[in-house]
């Protein structure tokens, strides 16, 4: 059952005309957890979501993506906990022994102290990460179970439009603990044949972008190049236009 549930964002995600399939799966989801955190049926009423997100807290990333929505009030209701709890958990951190000077020999040496650690694991959580991570591995394995499965999958796999450097990297190195010894170099061929040609796509049309603003050339046809800025960010950073 579990394995049908994944089918249909996995298939929506192949289907649509894009740089990375895998990016836009990603994109969905941190969709999905943002709405679930401050949408309009969102979650942050409810104590044990809240609990989880005070504990929590959100990246740099997340922080920027919650305060560009709507709903403000939702948000400060989120930080106002999460920041009460950051208060009571520093302040006891606080109380421990204060780090001495480093010794002569030490002298760039960084102390453990109780504070530091408390921001350091603080600074790897975010409540939308988890929520995304989560469900995004479950996704990419059954990419792989749609793989070996399914005939219509691997034709609509090997006519993508490829994928980000970073979604290129975890398909290759999740590949051999998911796929048959049937499909698995099969895939890989397809997957580097995939990538490359594409990337080298998308490099060839930032080239002519980059042709386009000489004015010897301000006449000629744009072809692929005028959105090609947009697309090599996609490769290469995994970053994609909103509202898309
Ligand atoms: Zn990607
Ligand atoms: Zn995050």
Known sequence: MREEIHTIPIEDAFSKDCECPVCEMYRKLEENAINFTVGPCASYMESDI???SDAQGFCQKHFQKLYTYPNKLGLALILKT???????????????????????FKKKEIQPHAVTDYITAYQKEC???SYIHRNFDRYIVSIFRLYEKEADFRVKFASSKGFCIEHYKVLFEKAPAYLSKKYLEEFLNVLNQLFLENFKRVRDDLEWFIQKNDYRFRDAPWKNGQDALPRALTKVGSIWEEGE
């Open 127 to 129: 409540f939308v990460c």
């Open 50 to 52: 809240r609990e989880q």
């Open 82 to 104: 999460h920041m009460d709890k950051t208060v009571n958990d520093l302040e006891k951190a606080a109380k421990a022994a204060l780090p001495k000077p480093n010794a002569l």
